[in-house]
């Protein structure tokens, strides 16, 4: 199968999910039992754009998860992709229960998960990571209604695609309005079908009348997408991190939702370390971007930008930080790093626009954190 060439961001992104499985898999380990569930689960290996490494898929972590998983399952509409996961994970894993599901996860999932009534009690991780806004709502109510009689909800980790949402609906982006009445009807049904409710038209009002520029409209998305995990299928805790390209772009924001007071905790972590990892990330994707046009170009430095690059402070430090810096290796102590934490809260704390507030939730601290805010204090 050819491999997708990915940004460094979807590393960052596979990166939070190696680092919270195991954490997941430990806090589970009394459980006689564990279960992985991929709904978008794609290609085994792909490739990174900017430094040209192999960046394993979600799958595949997830089976190198350690402890390991009991039950893997993968979702994966393209049948060739699915038929390759599948022989791929036999042969490196032949004593692992791992299949994968060719088609429509729409279709697949509740079915897949009848199969798995044995697991119902079993601590349950879902991985939902579509390219944009194909994971219909009725994804999620599955998921949270599965393990119906235990008192946690099959966890998930779930990329929405906020800054697109805006473009898929608004025909005022469209060159001269152009989308008809049908196409514009099917574009609305697949954002209603999204949130599984239409709950969402008031933010997009907002943002066609002026009243929301474009970032706070990303905001009032995925608080919406929030809002709803916590408020209709009852989760306890929900986190969410933004993602952004070379330049800064927001691509989209990863949302966490848990039952689990730990599970909480760690994701917290896992957050605030991204951050911690996402400007050098960026910094080294830029370089090698720089370098390969270069090249293209005929040019050929003496020093690399990604060589120089890994020789740059992310920041020029002013000379009293330098001062402070010194003062500090004489009298040795961490550095300690002012991150910004990602957003996280343990109930939700905003109504959605448009909504009746019943006056009992203050607002929450908002917006999401956008990877790469981070700065050290020195
Ligand atoms: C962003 S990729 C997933 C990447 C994967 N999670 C990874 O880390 O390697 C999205 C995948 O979802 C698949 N997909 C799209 N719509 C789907 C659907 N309705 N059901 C199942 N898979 C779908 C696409 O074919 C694609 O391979």
Same mark, same amino acid.
């Given at each position: 199968?050819? /491999?997708?060439?990915? +940004?460094?961001?979807?590393?960052?992104?596979?990166?939070?999910?190696?680092?919270?499985?195991?954490?997941?898999?430990?806090?589970?380990? $009394?459980?006689?039992?564990?279960?992985?569930?991929?709904?978008?689960?794609?290609?085994?290996?792909?490739?990174?754009?900017?430094?040209?490494?192999?960046?394993?898929?979600?799958?595949?972590?997830?089976?190198?998860?350690?402890?390991?998983?009991?039950?893997?399952?993968?979702?994966?509409?393209?049948? $060739?992709?699915?038929?390759?996961?599948?022989?791929?994970? &036999?042969?490196?894993?032949?004593?692992?229960?791992?299949?994968?599901?060719?088609?429509?996860?729409?279709?697949?999932?509740?079915?897949?998960?009848?199969?798995?009534? /044995?697991?119902?009690?079993?601590?349950?991780?879902? *991985?939902?990571?579509?390219? +944009?806004?194909?994971?219909?709502?009725?994804?999620?109510?599955?998921?949270?209604?599965?393990?119906?009689?235990?008192?946690?909800?099959?966890?998930?980790?779930? !990329?929405?695609?906020?800054?697109?949402?805006?473009?898929?609906?608004?025909?005022?982006?469209?060159?001269?309005?152009?989308?008809?009445?049908?196409?514009?009807?099917?574009?609305?049904?697949?954002?209603?079908?999204?949130?599984? %409710?239409?709950?969402?038209?008031?933010?997009?009002?907002?943002?066609?009348?002026?009243?929301?520029?474009?970032?706070?409209?990303?905001?009032?998305?995925?608080?919406?997408?929030?809002?709803?995990?916590?408020?209709?299928?009852?989760? +306890?805790?929900?986190?969410?991190?933004?993602?952004?390209?070379?330049?800064?772009?927001?691509?989209?924001?990863?949302?966490?939702?848990?039952?689990?007071?730990?599970?909480?905790?760690?994701?917290?972590?896992?957050?605030?370390?991204?951050?911690?990892?996402?400007?050098?990330?960026?910094?080294?994707?830029?370089?090698?971007?720089?370098?390969?046009?270069?090249?293209?170009?005929? *040019?050929?430095?003496?020093?690399?930008?990604?060589? !120089?690059?890994?020789?740059?402070?992310?920041?020029?430090?002013?000379?009293?930080?330098? *001062? &402070?810096? *010194?003062?500090?290796?004489?009298?040795?102590?961490?550095?300690?790093?002012?991150?910004?934490?990602?957003?996280?809260? %343990?109930?939700?704390?905003?109504?959605?626009?448009?909504?009746?507030?019943?006056?009992?939730?203050?607002?929450?601290?908002?917006?999401?954190?956008?990877? +790469?805010?981070?700065?050290?204090?020195?």
């Amino acid at each position: 199968m050819a /491999e997708r060439p990915w +940004g460094f961001w979807t590393e960052s992104k596979l990166d939070m999910l190696s680092a919270y499985l195991p954490a997941f898999t430990t806090a589970s380990k $009394k459980a006689p039992s564990t279960v992985y569930l991929d709904l978008f689960a794609g290609q085994a290996t792909n490739v990174s754009r900017d430094i040209g490494r192999p960046i394993e898929g979600s799958l595949l972590r997830a089976l190198q998860t350690k402890p390991p998983f009991t039950v893997v399952r993968g979702f994966e509409l393209r049948h $060739k992709r699915a038929q390759s996961l599948q022989e791929a994970f &036999r042969a490196e894993f032949p004593n692992r229960d791992v299949v994968v599901h060719a088609g429509d996860v729409h279709d697949a999932l509740q079915p897949a998960l009848a199969a798995l009534t /044995e697991y119902r009690w079993s601590p349950t991780f879902a *991985f939902i990571d579509p390219d +944009g806004v194909e994971a219909r709502w009725e994804l999620l109510e599955a998921l949270a209604t599965h393990k119906a009689r235990t008192s946690t909800k099959v966890e998930l980790f779930l !990329l929405l695609v906020s800054p697109q949402i805006v473009r898929v609906v608004n025909n005022s982006n469209n060159s001269n309005n152009s989308l008809g009445p049908d196409d514009l009807h099917h574009r609305e049904q697949r954002v209603t079908d999204l949130f599984g %409710s239409t709950e969402w038209r008031p933010i997009l009002d907002g943002r066609q009348s002026g009243a929301l520029d474009a970032e706070r409209t990303r905001d009032e998305l995925t608080n919406l997408m929030r809002w709803r995990l916590e408020k209709t299928l009852g989760y +306890g805790f929900t986190h969410t991190l933004r993602l952004t390209n070379v330049y800064g772009v927001p691509l989209y924001d990863m949302i966490f939702a848990t039952d689990h007071a730990i599970g909480d905790k760690i994701m917290r972590s896992v957050y605030q370390k991204a951050a911690e990892r996402f400007p050098a990330m960026r910094q080294e994707a830029r370089a090698r971007r720089r370098d390969r046009k270069e090249l293209e170009s005929g *040019f050929n430095p003496f020093f690399t930008h990604a060589e !120089l690059a890994q020789h740059t402070p992310l920041r020029a430090m002013s000379p009293i930080s330098t *001062f &402070r810096r *010194f003062r500090r290796m004489a009298r040795p102590s961490p550095c300690r790093c002012r991150i910004p934490g990602p957003v996280s809260s %343990s109930a939700a704390r905003s109504a959605p626009i448009g909504a009746e507030s019943d006056g009992s939730s203050p607002r929450w601290s908002w917006p999401p954190t956008p990877l +790469g805010s981070s700065h050290c204090s020195g």
